[in-house]
Structures are given as structure tokens and as C-alpha cells.
């Protein structure tokens, strides 16, 4: 059976980033898609896109981090397709702060899309991947679910649970026997607008936002996000359609899991070494 040919793939975050690449490369495939994401003229001009490549697409405006409304969703996708086959948990957002000037609101915002999204949309689609005879979970972690990172407690302590949360659900998979593949993906540095969206949302927020902080978003859009969303959407797909249970994404994220491997406790010194070099960088371009 063809893993994308006329399957039925709902993609969360669908509006840009990987999550738009990721739909345009389904649609390419022959898949069937049921998009969503927060940005609804976004996702709409993805759906546009997907339909230009031939694609049969529904488009929705959803928020991840209500459950009742995913679930609700999920519902409406399978009556509108009558099956679904393969969710791809993407929707995610970025913030960055020291863990001693965070707040309790500040874990909540990250954890509910990057963390209870993922496991909404699991639990949502989960039923209807397993009536399907030929589901498949894809869950979208980070470079920062196996490396942890200074000033990124909030975003590393989501993308650590999301690996823990998938490859639990994949052990429960293969246990029961069940017809669903699990997925957790770990993409490097993606040129998105990741970074961006997260000073604009502390903005709107009435965070504070330094010079600084302005600075160390145009070094991370420079130098650490050069991967392209496109060929991240390719190896991802690769990656389902080999069923395997974890997908490296760039070379950065390959080297760094080796690195983490190899020195569990002494890539620490490196990271804050890799953060020093960051703000002062940061601070030569303010």
C-alpha cells in the first residue's frame, strides 16, 4: 500500500514553517489533507497552494491547546473523509527566558501548544488512525528534546516530554498490536519563522523586550536556523515511509545527538559555552 497516495493527513501548524512545507509535500504525494493552525488566513493560503498541486484539502482555524476543540476536529475531519490516517503533530511556538525571571504563566503558554497540543492531537485522532487499519503518529519534538539549552527551559521541558510521550505511545503500539506507526521527529536548525513569532507574541503580551533580545533573534535567524522547511518536510517524510521511530532533521541535529551520546553531562559545558558566544554576539549587534 502507498504510504501518502489517497491517505488521509492532518497536519497541525499548517499556515508556514514545516508545518506548510509538510502539507505541500503530502499534497504532492497524492495525499488527502485536513489543515490547520491558529493563523487562519495561513492556513488558508496553504490550502490554496496544496490545491494548485491537485489536492483534496479542508482547512480549518484550530487552537491545539484547547482539547475540546481538537477533539471536535478530529470528529469533523473523519466525517469529512470519511478515515483518517496519519496526524502530524507540528502546531509549536518558541519563547526564550532564564528559569529565575520566568513565571508560572510563562511555562503555561509554551506547554500548552508544544506540549498539550501534541497530546490532544494524539488522543483526538488516536481512534480514527486505529479504525483506518494503517495509522501512523507523527509527532514533531526538537534538536531541544534531547539537548537541553540555557534561557529555553520552558520550550527544552515540552520537546523532552513530547520524545518520552511518542515513544511511550509507540511501545504501546507494538505491544497491543495495534495498526498505527509512531513517529517522533527531531529537526535542527529550520529557517521558520519561529524565532520571530516568539519576540512578536511578547510583544503583544506587554513583555518586556530588550535590545538584547531583538539582537539575539536576528543571530538565531542568521546563524542557527539555515535548514530549509522544504527539504526538513522531505527527510521527515522519508522517515514515515520507512516507519522509523525517531527522525534526525539537518546535520546539526545529528551531530548534536552524537555529541549528547557520547558526553551526556560535558555537552552541558558546551552549551553554555554555545550561549556566551550567543549574547555576546547578540550584544556586538545591538
Known amino acids: 500500500m502507498s504510504t501518502f497516495t489517497g491517505k488521509v493527513a492532518a497536519v497541525t501548524g499548517a499556515g508556514s514553517g514545516i ?3 509538510l502539507a505541500l509535500a503530502l499534497a504532492r504525494r497524492g495525499a488527502r489533507l485536513a489543515l490547520s493552525d491558529v493563523d487562519e488566513a495561513a492556513v488558508a493560503e496553504t490550502a490554496r497552494v496544496a490545491r494548485l498541486l491537485a489536492a483534496e484539502v479542508d482547512a480549518a482555524r484550530l487552537d491545539v491547546s484547547d482539547g475540546d476543540a481538537v477533539k471536535a476536529y478530529a470528529t469533523a475531519v473523519a466525517a469529512r473523509f470519511g478515515v483518517v490516517h496519519q496526524i502530524y503533530n507540528n502546531a509549536g511556538i518558541a ?3 532564564s528559569v529565575i525571571e520566568s513565571t508560572y504563566e510563562d511555562y503555561e503558554r509554551v506547554l500548552a501548544v508544544n506540549l498539550r497540543g501534541v497530546i490532544h492531537g494524539t488522543l483526538a485522532f488516536l481512534p480514527h488512525l486505529i479504525a483506518s487499519g494503517d495509522g501512523h503518529v507523527v509527532n514533531i519534538s526538537s534538536l531541544n528534546g534531547f539537548m537541553a ?3 529555553m527551559s520552558h520550550y527544552c521541558t515540552a520537546k523532552f516530554a513530547v520524545r518520552g510521550f511518542t515513544e511511550s505511545l509507540r511501545i504501546e503500539m507494538l505491544a497491543a498490536g495495534l495498526p498505527v506507526r509512531v513517529t517522533v521527529v527531531h529537526p535542527g536548525g529550520v529557517k521558520t519563522n519561529i524565532a520571530s513569532a516568539a519576540l512578536a507574541r511578547a510583544r503583544a503580551s506587554g513583555l518586556p523586550v530588550t ?4 539582537a539575539r533573534e ?3 535567524n542568521e546563524k542557527l536556523l539555515k535548514l530549509s522547511p522544504d527539504l526538513a518536510a522531505e527527510t521527515i517524510l522519508a522517515g514515515v515511509a520507512r516507519d522509523q521511530a525517531r527522525v534526525l532533521v539537518g546535520n546539526d541535529a545529528r551531530a548534536v545527538d552524537l555529541l549528547v551520546r557520547a558526553f551526556p553531562v ?3 559545558r558546551a552549551a553554555v559555552a554555545l550561549g556566551r558566544r550567543l549574547t555576546a554576539a547578540a550584544r556586538g549587534r545591538r
Not at 211 to 214: F, R
Open 19 to 21: 508545518g506548510r512545507a
Open 95 to 97: 519563547f526564550s527566558r
Open 149 to 151: 539549552q540555557g534561557q
Open 211 to 214: 535590545a538584547e533580545d531583538e
Open 218 to 220: 536576528r543571530m538565531y
Open 266 to 268: 560535558a555537552y552541558q
